[in-house]
């Protein structure tokens, strides 16, 4: 059976995540029952990663067995025509190697976080960005987060509910920059880079860092928070909304550049 990757964008606020539940609208359902209307014995829609309710991504990967041979594009646009008018989208298409699996040969998953700081309430960035209404200091935050950089227990920054046999990751990077929109508005993003997370982690440790940023901890009570491996010294969990899967690299290029 020939094997199709997918790069997948999608707005997650209307759907209960990624994962396919029954009598629930997930993005991977949403997908699969659109793929069915032209491959109705397709064995199913395979993720780089699960992405919780509200958590949108632009750069998410999954790959699809087929019975019939298709032109990449051309089974790319027929499933968007199918998916319509969900606001899920296959941004590109290309035939795999039937070894390539989306999840497991991914060497790196790549997530940011927006955060907007405005007194006014949010119009055109509702539901994609965590409001808040006070400026945060990028440059504690920063000192905070060069604590959580490399391998460690992330017990503490991780969901109760997480499923993972170890809570030890490797994060590779987490990086906050600052962006003056006006003089009424700050955006912030977290970028982080690991091969995987752990349930919630990223939201975790940007609901934490924000209070480091706010003035309410040190930098030193996150190293403090990640060396006690202990889910209550988590500080608050950040909203889904403000999540995106941004993009997930292979050993290989996997999608050309292409209009």
């Known amino acids: 059976m020939p094997r199709y990757a997918f790069r997948i ?9 990624w994962q396919r539940q029954v009598d629930l609208p997930t993005v991977q359902g949403q ?12 064995t199913g829609l395979f993720g780089a990663g699960r992405t919780d309710t509200g958590v949108h991504a632009t750069g998410q990967v999954a ?11 051309k089974l790319r646009q027929a499933i968007n025509h199918f998916l319509k008018p969900d606001p899920i989208a296959l941004t590109a298409a290309t035939l795999v190697d039937s070894n390539f699996h ?3 040969s991914a060497t790196k998953r790549l997530y940011q976080f927006r955060v907007t700081a405005q007194r006014s309430p ?11 209404n006070h400026k945060l200091d990028v440059a504690v935050m920063q000192a905070a987060a060069a604590h959580l950089i ?9 969901s109760t509910l997480c499923q993972a046999r170890s809570p030890v990751k490797t994060l590779e990077k987490l990086a906050i920059t600052e962006t003056r929109v006006s003089d009424a508005r700050f955006d912030y993003a977290f970028d982080l ?18 209070r480091v940023g706010a003035g309410s901890w040190e930098p030193i009570d996150v190293a403090n928070a990640l060396m006690q491996r ?4 988590c500080g608050p969990v950040a909203p889904p909304h403000g999540l995106y899967l941004r993009d997930v690299q292979y050993p290989m290029v996997i999608f050309k550049t292409k209009f």
């Open 150 to 158: 490399g391998k460690h227990d992330f017990t503490t920054f991780r």
């Open 31 to 42: 997908i699969e029952n659109a793929a069915r209307r032209i491959e109705p014995n397709h």
């Open 122 to 132: 949010m119009v055109l960035d509702r539901g994609r960005t965590w409001h808040i």
């Open 9 to 17: 964008e999608y707005d997650g606020g209307p759907f209960c995540g």
């Open 63 to 73: 790959h699809l067995d087929t019975e019939k041979e298709w032109a990449p594009d």
């Open 193 to 210: 880079e690991a091969l995987s997370f752990l349930h919630n982690q990223v939201r975790s440790l940007v609901g934490t860092l924000e």
């Open 102 to 104: 989306a999840r497991f």
């Open 230 to 233: 202990d889910r209550s010294a």
